[in-house]
């Protein structure tokens, strides 16, 4: 594909060679000729001149694109570099062509159960009494959902996800493989002799529209009531939600987050990495909360952001950061002036024989 096509595609503004010849995508550090990648974080610049790329997707804005030196790549100016990546990644490799509609020989469908016009149902996947699945839907080889839960329109269950009973899922909702909705709440109650009642868990999950839920995800069911994830989360692979947890419209959770019991968590929020919530506490709205971060009680300033452990707000983690890592150097000057004031002292407290009235003699 000509260069001056994809110019017309992503409505961008041309700064090189228009008939050179583009024939897929790639990262800026690893792109080669014939291929186009982009620069929308400015600590990748530094490759613009050594990229060996064809062209490369710049901002028409902030930095202008002329002024950027273009090395030996031509530069192709647009609104959004990140997103115009996106619209040529679908164009050069377009996503699997979905699975023919209809039920595969293998699976095993109730016969109370409902399942919608042109949905797709694999091998070996099981759907319970009374389900309801949507039009358009893909439940995928392996999946098992159980009685009573239902799955919307145009939604994607994976291989192996599991719903468990009376869960809903709505419409546009991806699983990927692995995830499990619906199972237990953790909850045990301690007896006298050292040992635990299980607390019976009867509530549900409900997903809204437009959720991602990654590879692996645990999603509890609520001990009463429901869990909730709102319309348009994302989750990553590897989540623990626990009982009774609310997660905010368009709140984004990274790898390895833990979320403990009846937490709530605002819209808009960013957790990243490995971030754990105690249970029973509330996140306000756009708040951001850095990688590894321990959030040990409320955080109620909306949009700010906090990390450490126990999470503080960012700049407050940042001058503790910075003390505790001269403390080694502060405790070498603290021994270092208690010696010299012990010397000081030593002379001091030698006091001369006193005369009979008291005083020094």
Request: net charge neutral.
């Amino acid at each position: 594909m000509r260069l001056s096509e994809i110019a017309a595609i992503v409505h961008g503004r041309l700064l090189g060679d228009a008939s050179a010849d583009i024939r897929g995508v790639a990262r800026i550090e690893e792109a080669g000729e014939g291929q186009i990648t982009f620069l929308a974080n400015p600590k990748y610049r530094k490759h613009l001149s050594t990229t060996r790329a064809t062209a490369v997707l710049v901002s028409d804005t902030g930095d202008a694109a002329g002024t950027i030196p273009p090395g030996r790549a031509a530069l192709l100016a647009v609104r959004d570099p990140y997103a115009a990546f996106i619209t040529l990644l679908d164009l050069f490799h377009p996503a699997p062509a979905r699975p023919s509609a209809g039920i595969d020989p293998a699976a095993r469908v109730s016969p109370s159960a409902t399942v919608g016009r042109d949905a797709s149902v694999g091998a070996n996947a099981v759907i319970g009494d009374g389900c309801v699945i949507g039009d358009r839907a893909i439940i995928s080889h392996g999946a098992v959902i159980e009685a009573g839960a239902s799955v919307g329109e145009d939604s994607h269950l994976m291989e192996n996800v599991v719903v468990k009973s009376a869960c809903r899922l709505g419409r546009r909702v991806t699983v990927h493989p692995g995830a499990v909705i619906g199972s237990d709440g953790f909850g045990f109650a301690p007896r006298s002799d050292g040992s635990y009642d299980k607390i019976p868990q009867r509530g549900i999950v409900v997903v809204e529209d437009d959720v991602e839920i990654g590879a692996n995800c645990t999603i509890d069911r609520a001990t009463v009531g429901e869990t909730r994830i709102c319309r348009g989360v994302k989750l990553d692979n590897l989540i623990q939600v626990a009982h009774n947890v609310l997660i905010g419209e368009d709140t984004v959770i990274a790898a390895q987050t833990g979320i403990s019991g009846s937490t709530k968590i605002g819209k808009h929020c960013i957790l990243a990495g490995q971030v754990g919530i105690v249970g029973h506490v509330t996140i306000a709205d756009n708040v951001t909360i850095g990688a590894q971060a321990g959030v040990s009680r409320s955080l109620d300033g909306s949009g700010q952001t906090y990390s450490s452990s126990p999470a503080k707000e960012h700049r407050r983690a940042l001058r503790i950061e910075g003390a505790l890592r001269q403390l080694p150097e502060l405790l070498a000057e603290v021994r270092a002036l208690r010696e010299e004031l012990d010397r000081l002292a030593g002379p001091a407290a030698t006091t001369s024989p006193s005369s009979g009235d008291g005083k020094p003699s």
